[in-house]
């Protein structure tokens, strides 16, 4: 998916780097084709995790919840339904599959 951002980046872009659930597992994680989209657009590409800024999650909370009943924020989320699906979710996740949030749905109540 990097390869597709990095084609469509402006130049001076800025990318925020968290999760790569999909590399955890693997033996060798995989490369990107297009890395030089990186110097030439003068990108800059930042790594976080959370632990980083946990003392303003509170704000951030506060914040995000405003705008999710504005509208303002539109999420996907990966729906599989029935508990059975639930193995084969878990494994999509490591291998890249699911798109957005991965939800389990057991029931429709």
Not at 36 to 58: A, M
Request: glycine fraction near 10%; include cysteine.
């Amino acid at each position: 998916m990097l390869d597709a951002v990095l084609e469509n980046m402006n130049n001076h872009g800025r990318i925020a780097a968290c999760g790569m659930i999909s590399q955890y597992n693997l033996e060798e994680g995989q490369g990107i084709k297009n890395l030089t989209q990186v110097i030439t657009k003068r990108l800059r590409i930042e790594g976080f995790i959370i632990p980083d800024y946990w003392e303003r999650y509170p704000q951030f909370v506060e914040k995000v919840r405003g705008y999710l009943k504005e509208g303002k924020i539109v999420y996907v989320e990966d729906i599989a339904d029935g508990l059975e699906n639930a193995p084969a979710a878990l494994v999509g996740l490591f291998e890249g599959k699911n798109i957005g949030k991965q939800v389990v749905r057991i029931s429709n109540e």
